[in-house]
């Protein structure tokens, strides 16, 4: 029966393999949008309901306009790259709230939150643009989604036992998924998303029109900031350190720029 079960699940997980949009890496994800969305705008109405809203308004404004055109951005590669239903899926909101938490993110469905502590590293428009590009892009990548499913995979770990490893392939899919062999393995998974929401973010605000040059100063600025000196090792950390991101942003900007352009070249 557990074999029966372990193998239903495995072509569960072949089916749903699929490929990020842009940056081109292989995904598991059963976690349709039908199934998360209408959790994720709740738990966002959730949560502006248990915080408070910026005073600030030119902040304000300024994460809702910012938010407002890297979302057109990211809608218009939607529908330009036969993603029409899901780019009608998105519930675009952009919100700041008061919390001295250094933090932003983007929930599935385009529910974006940034916290009053992060504008001082935004520093600027294309800081906040740098910042708004990244959390879109965990969404647009559907990271939060493919990390469940992970989740859901460890809950039955042990029936992995009964599938053998007779295609090593699909072997190392299963391990990854698992990060079966140490702590670090699950860390490095998600220094990957990461990193691909640092690319494909960039990506995203150089076609909403920003600098790109910025996403790297945000990281410089991070570095600077009070604390950030100890940090733990890389290897020991859940995302990349500030300095292989200042570096990898500014080795991927030529690149970001050709692809905005491209893909701006697509609109109507």
């Given at each position: 029966m557990k074999r029966i079960i372990a193998l239903a699940f495995l072509a569960v997980f072949l089916v749903d393999c699929s490929t990020v949009p842009i940056t081109g890496r292989k995904r598991v994800n059963f976690v349709s949008d039908a199934q998360i969305l209408p959790a994720s705008f709740a738990q966002y109405q959730g949560f502006l309901k248990e915080n408070k809203l910026s005073t600030n308004v030119t902040e304000t404004n300024e994460v809702k306009s910012v938010g407002k055109r890297i979302a057109s951005a990211v809608d218009r590669f939607m529908r330009a790259n036969g993603m029409q239903a899901e780019a009608n899926s998105y519930k675009w909101e952009f919100?700041?709230?008061?919390?001295?938490?250094?933090?932003?993110?983007?929930?599935p469905g385009g529910k974006v939150v940034f916290y009053t502590g992060i504008m001082p590293i935004c520093a600027n428009q294309n800081?906040?643009?740098?910042?708004?590009?990244?959390?879109?892009?965990h969404a647009f990548a559907k990271h939060g989604q493919e990390r469940m499913s992970s989740a859901q995979m460890q809950q039955i770990g042990g029936l992995a036992v009964a599938l053998g490893t007779q295609n090593s392939k699909k072997s190392q899919l299963w391990n990854m998924a698992y990060g079966i062999g140490s702590q670090v393995g699950m860390l490095a998974f998600s220094r990957t998303h990461e990193t691909e929401a640092d690319k494909l973010g960039l990506v995203f605000m150089v076609m909403a029109g920003y600098d790109g040059n910025e996403a790297a100063e945000v990281w410089v600025r991070m570095s600077q900031r009070a604390g950030s000196k100890n940090a733990p090792p890389e290897f020991l950390s859940t995302?990349?350190?500030?300095?292989?991101?200042?570096?990898?942003?500014?080795?991927?900007?030529?690149?970001?720029?050709?692809?905005?352009?491209?893909?701006?070249?697509?609109r109507n």
């Open positions: 919100n700041l709230v008061e919390d001295n938490t250094v933090n932003a993110w983007c929930l800081g906040v643009a740098a910042v708004m590009g990244h959390e879109i892009a995302h990349p350190s500030n300095q292989t991101r200042i570096q990898t942003l500014r080795a991927f900007l030529p690149e970001a720029k050709r692809l905005a352009a491209k893909y701006n070249a697509t």
